[in-house]
């Protein structure tokens, strides 16, 4: 089968930059400081100040930029904390991971973002923090997200993972809580030739325990004040983002066209069944993925559209088709089917449409094409 438009394609971001890129990765070669070194602190402060926060604390991945960073912030043994069941797994795994207990709330269906009211229904004593994912690229309301956080004294702790530089009411993404986790993993907005994570703060203290608890636990050498692991960011993948970094904005721009492009050409199928996940953010949505809901109206089902999509050369994908609450792995925590129906539903009615920086107008135009034409319709 031949793939006319791939689901990504991240040589499109690189080879225009391949010079720069090749420099990068030569000078660290050159002078050899493949751990914690000094282009590593660069991209660190390079990359909060992008994100509109004072510290950046380089990990090994975004996973362990929720678990390090919760146990930064001082979440774990004992606490409660409130995220979505509709995320990516790794959400989830962070808040077991740091000690916690994870307390799975519904989604919103036009945004598939947390559902506030349901978090609000899930607040008990415990309750410690929230963790809002910002999904697709599109970030929580931050006055919503501060209002809660303030009516039930607890701590915002943001999942970035797929929304660098997102921005919304005037908050980019990692600016609204007290610390956020992001993603470099290679497909993310912005990302490494290998895993990468981070955590942003502008809270001194949460920087300071977090560069210990990535190394070691240790703040001085050979001196270990809590046990930490080992999870640093490599020198060599902080010198490629960093190189990349400077593009990001013009790469997130270029999704939002792609996005606001699909959102006028799929207006005429929203009768045929076909929605798109709404934007509420406008130019702030960085569109890390464009997800269409096919919902029971439609004529045909999910899978045969992607199988059909698939034979016209057209990649797409799901995120996510199993809900964080009925993963085998998380059996125990004692969720079942049934207990958030907007994750369920979604999980059975999304796809996500090709969506990258270099996907030309007429690839665009082959996409939405093929759409109409599985459905009959024009
Ligand atoms: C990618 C992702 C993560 C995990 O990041 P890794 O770098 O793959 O560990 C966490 N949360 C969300 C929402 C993600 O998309």
């Known amino acids: 089968m031949i793939i006319t438009v ?3 394609d ?10 720069k890129l090749q420099q990068a990765i030569e000078d660290v070669l050159v002078k050899g400081d493949f751990i914690l070194g000094q282009p590593l602190s660069d991209f660190e402060t390079a990359f909060a100040v992008a994100s509109g926060t004072k510290y950046g604390i380089g990990v090994a991945s975004g996973t362990d930029a929720i678990t390090l960073g919760l146990q930064a912030c001082n979440i774990g043994a004992g606490d409660e904390v409130i995220l979505p069941a509709n995320t990516f797994i790794a959400t989830l795994i962070g808040v077991v991971s740091a000690g916690a207990k994870p307390i799975l709330v519904d989604c919103n269906p036009k945004t598939a973002l947390i559902d506030l009211e349901a978090a609000a229904k899930a607040i008990t004593p415990q309750t410690k923090a929230i963790i809002p994912v910002h999904l697709y690229g599109q970030m929580v309301s931050p006055s919503q997200l501060l209002d809660f ?3 039930y004294k607890i701590l915002i702790f943001e999942d970035a993972a797929q ?3 997102a921005e919304r009411e005037g908050y980019r993404a990692g600016s609204v809580g007290i610390a956020a986790a992001f993603s470099f993993y290679p497909s993310k907005n912005l990302g490494a030739f290998g895993d990468g994570g981070m955590v942003v703060t502008n809270n001194p203290d949460v920087a300071t325990k977090m560069r ?10 050979y001196v270990h004040i809590e046990p930490g692991t080992n999870s640093r960011l490599d020198t060599l993948q902080a010198a490629i983002l960093h190189q990349k970094l400077p593009y990001l904005s013009q790469w997130n721009s270029a999704r939002l066209n792609i996005g ?8 005429p199928l929203a009768s045929a069944g076909i929605i798109p996940i709404h934007n509420q953010s406008g130019t ?6 464009y997800v269409v809901k096919i919902d029971d109206s439609c004529p045909i089902q999910r899978q ?4 059909q999509l698939t034979a016209a050369g057209i990649q797409t994908g799901i995120h996510y088709p199993i809900p964080c609450h009925l993963q085998p792995a998380f059996n125990y925590l004692g969720y079942q089917q049934g207990n958030f129906p907007q994750s369920e539903q979604l999980s059975q009615q999304i796809l996500s449409l090709p969506i990258y920086p270099g996907l030309n107008n007429s690839q665009i135009t082959e996409i939405v094409t093929a759409i109409y034409s599985i459905l009959k319709i024009k």
């Open 260 to 267: 606001q492009r699909y959102d006028i050409e799929l207006v």
């Open 212 to 221: 210990r608890l990535r190394n070691y636990g240790s703040s001085q050498k």
């Open 284 to 289: 702030g949505h960085i569109y890390h993925l």
């Open 304 to 307: 045969q559209l992607q199988g």
């Open 163 to 165: 929304a660098h530089l």
């Open 10 to 19: 991240l040589n499109l971001q690189h080879q225009p930059i391949q010079a």
């Open 149 to 151: 956080a303030n009516t």
């Open 6 to 8: 791939p689901f990504v």
